[in-house]
């Protein structure tokens, strides 16, 4: 059952849909959030940033996402020592991404209800949390943000022709280099462009050639690139990253963590029954679980735990398949009787009512997960609070002392890494010249 739409009814759809998303961050206190961990460093990258680090950072130890340097160099001369600022941007963010994939299923599904669903879904997912809450977690979100644009932009070409259609697809192009020199996942793009093509494109497209050479280009300089920067990162020098069973697991976790469930084994048997029936259900529902699959792989086969920010991109996919499966069901309660206006009703009631119950039940769940990640972050502010009020600098350089167990909150689990005490102390102090000496 399709929900028709127009430009005035659309513009209203997504408005209230952000204004869902912003309730939901805004009430779970995303703006009182710290600092943490790879926060610092990335605000010293950005304190310090020079055009010059684009290139200098091809070091062979680190990933190379000169995207996001240029972000932290902008992110720091707009908000100084200000938390609540890059909050506030990551958030801002976030809200450009939720639009963005309203605007990508208007495009391909032609269905206000999917759109509004799916987005909204996306938007107060609770699985994802850190990464909007935590800064340096911006990495996935900007690269969602160009992804996701790559994406509009094909779209939107096979609506033009000629001269128009190329710049599009140009532009598509330059938005894909910009996410994978945000992160590295989204190499996963040229695959999902593939399908969003061969599912929805009007077969009567003619010339794929610019897109199709345009990615292939990118991959290409970003598989360089890689090679470059990471052929002594510690991530694969020391195995902490593989192929192995141990990613079934992952991919697992991951789903039941998307749908909100617990991790027993009839969660798990849930979750994959329901990705195999998103991929066989409709177009739709087909090309959300494809994506999901697809954009969840880069991030399996880490040895370590499951990460949070690791949800958002694929999360999308799953939102829109299952926001695409809510309004197969109202069409097929439709199509029964499809003479009856209450049986037209009673399938608009059923998808209504699905999607009020999805959105409350995500909403709930998110903000008990932002405040979680809010309060994970207050450790590292206590221990900021401390440093600014028991040590001082002297002629340059600051002498830090870590007693045992200083450094460790064990009511919240928390443990400061002491790789993380010279970028937190330059913060504090706002002189990334500081000299910092941690005393034993």
């Known amino acids: ?63 190379y996402r000169p995207v996001i340097d240029i972000w932290f160099g902008g992110a720091t001369l707009a908000c100084g020592p200000s938390p609540a600022c890059y909050h506030l941007l990551n958030l801002g ?21 999917i759109a509004s669903l799916g987005a909204l879904m996306f938007g ?23 992804y996701v644009m790559s994406l509009v932009f094909q779209a939107i070409s096979w609506r033009r022709t000629g001269t128009r259609r190329v710049v599009f697809e140009l532009l598509a192009v330059a938005a894909f280099v910009a996410a994978i020199f945000s992160h590295e996942a989204a190499m996963t793009l040229p695959v999902v462009s593939w399908i969003m093509w061969w599912l929805f494109a009007p077969k009567r497209l003619d010339g794929r050639g610019v897109m199709a050479g345009g990615l292939a280009a990118v991959v290409a300089l970003f598989a360089a690139m890689t090679v470059l920067a990471n052929h002594r990162n510690a991530v694969f020098t020391e195995s902490r990253y593989a192929v192995g069973t141990h990613m079934i697991r992952h991919a697992l976790d991951y789903l039941v963590a998307l749908s909100v469930g617990p991790g027993w084994w009839l969660s798990y048997s849930a979750a994959v029954l329901v990705v195999l029936l998103l991929l066989a259900a409709t177009r739709a529902t087909r090309f959300g679980a ?63 009512l699905a999607a009020l119950f999805i959105t409350v039940r995500y909403a709930r769940f998110d903000v008990a997960s932002v405040r979680s990640q809010v309060k994970y972050l207050e450790p590292w502010r206590t221990f ?57």
Do not use: C
């Not at 994802?128 to 160009?146: D, E, G, K, N, R």
């Not at 994506?291 to 799953?318: D, E, K, Q």
């Not at 299952?322 to 009787?337: E, Q, T």
């Open 1 to 63: 059952m399709t929900l028709t739409r127009s430009p005035r009814r659309s513009a209203v759809w997504l408005i209230l849909l952000l204004g869902a998303t912003t309730a939901v961050y805004l009430s779970a206190g995303v703006t009182h959030a710290y600092l943490a961990a790879d926060d610092f460093q990335w605000l010293e990258g950005g304190f310090l940033f020079h055009w010059s680090r684009v290139f200098n950072q091809i070091a062979g130890d680190h990933f």
């Open 93 to 113: 963010l976030h809200f450009v991404n939720v639009a963005l994939v309203f605007s990508l299923a208007l495009l391909l599904f032609d269905d206000l209800f």
């Open 124 to 146: 107060i997912q609770p699985g994802y949390t850190q990464a909007v809450v935590w800064i340096s977690a911006v990495t996935a979100v900007l690269m969602t943000t160009f």
């Open 290 to 352: 494809a994506w999901l699959v697809i954009s969840m792989a880069p991030y399996l086969g880490f040895t370590a735990g499951n990460v949070s920010r690791y949800l958002y991109l694929p999360s999308i996919g799953f939102s829109l398949g299952i926001a695409a499966a809510v309004a197969a069901g109202g069409g097929w309660l439709s199509r029964r009787d499809s003479s009856s206006r209450a049986s037209q009703r009673m399938a608009l009631a059923g998808m209504l």
């Open 384 to 440: 900021a609070n401390t440093l600014a009020a028991n040590t001082h600098p002297s002629a340059g350089t600051l002498h830090v002392a870590l007693p045992p167990g200083a450094l460790e909150d064990k009511a919240a689990d928390v443990k400061i890494d002491e790789m993380y005490v010279d970028p937190m102390a330059k913060w504090v102090y706002q002189d990334y010249g500081l000299s910092v000496v941690i005393d034993r």
